[in-house]
């Protein structure tokens, strides 16, 4: 007993300095975009002398702010619901029929999650061109779609592998069928593991910067959030204060809906594990 309570101590002490370590840029972050442009410059680390609060004022007008967590909400919304939907009726139907092709159709599903995005981003851009759907929101968050799906078909492939077929067989007996019958009986059974998908998926489409710069960089009405941030630093003047207050209220938001939703992320991770 003293061994494990040892063992748990030490665990819980590595932990926590992991943690440290990872929030340790947030800090600075929030600790910089407090102060004014000399006392950035002068010493990154040193706490405020005097809070400057009217540097989020001066962002929030300048970037317009409203507008472009507007168009940060219907990227993601975009983005995820697209996710979803094409992944979640992929893997169920992949996981249910047993054959060759479907193997391989599989594994070439989830096959990008392999492709480091740097490497294709060209080819990207210029399909995106053609299909006409660069400096727009819209247009964006349907190229998530095919970024966000492998992962997405990976995890509810697994977790529908755990759905006894008799559910199936009941429902169609009583008369369901093709999209009634996944809509209506199987969706509402993934919801622990599609809580997980949105919660990733929101953290990661709200804070991507890459894709956001190639897609809708040279359109001032498209911005994102975090593209924002990146105004403020140029090849000759940087406003860092700026800069880190930007970034800060561009994360702020995924931070809010991690710090509400984390507990259905481990829920979700749980149950894919027990059903898969």
């Known amino acids: 007993m003293k061994r494990n309570r040892a063992g748990r101590l030490i665990l819980e002490i590595v932990m926590v300095l992991l943690s440290l370590v990872f929030l340790y840029p947030l800090f600075l972050a929030i600790n910089n975009s407090l102060k004014s442009f000399g006392e950035v410059m002068s010493d990154v680390v040193a706490l405020p002398k005097q809070l400057a609060f009217e540097n989020y004022s001066y962002v929030w007008s300048f970037i317009n702010y409203p507008k472009l967590f507007l168009n940060n909400a219907v990227i993601t919304s975009v983005g995820l619901a697209g996710i ?5 009726i992929a893997a169920y139907k992949l996981s249910r029929t047993k054959s060759r092709f479907s193997i391989i159709v599989y594994f070439l599903c989830i096959m990008p999650m392999l492709i480091p995005f740097q490497s294709i981003m060209l080819t990207v851009l210029q399909l ?10 819209w247009g964006l968050g349907v190229l998530y779609w095919g970024f966000g799906a492998p992962l997405a078909v990976f995890i509810y492939h697994g977790f529908v592998k755990g759905i006894p077929k008799e559910i199936d067989e009941s429902a169609t007996i009583d008369g369901a069928s093709g999209f009634g019958l996944f809509f209506k009986v199987i969706f509402p059974l993934l919801k622990p593991v599609t809580a997980t998908i949105v919660i990733i998926d929101v953290m990661w489409i709200w804070n991507d ?18 593209l924002a941030a990146y105004t403020f630093v140029g090849q000759y003047t940087s406003d860092w204060q700026y800069a880190m207050t930007a970034m800060v ?27 898969g």
Not at 84 to 88: N, Q, T
Not at 211 to 225: A, E, H
Not at 263 to 272: H, L, N, Y
């Open 209 to 226: 910067f890459l894709l956001p710069l190639l897609m809708v960089n040279g359109s001032p009405s498209t911005k994102t959030l975090t």
């Open 84 to 88: 979803i939907l094409v992944s979640s």
């Open 249 to 275: 209220m561009a994360v702020l938001p995924s931070i809010v809906v991690f710090i509400f939703l984390q507990k259905f992320i481990v829920k979700g991770v749980v149950a894919g594990a027990v059903k």
């Open 128 to 137: 995106s061109k053609d299909l006409h759907l660069t400096n727009s929101t």
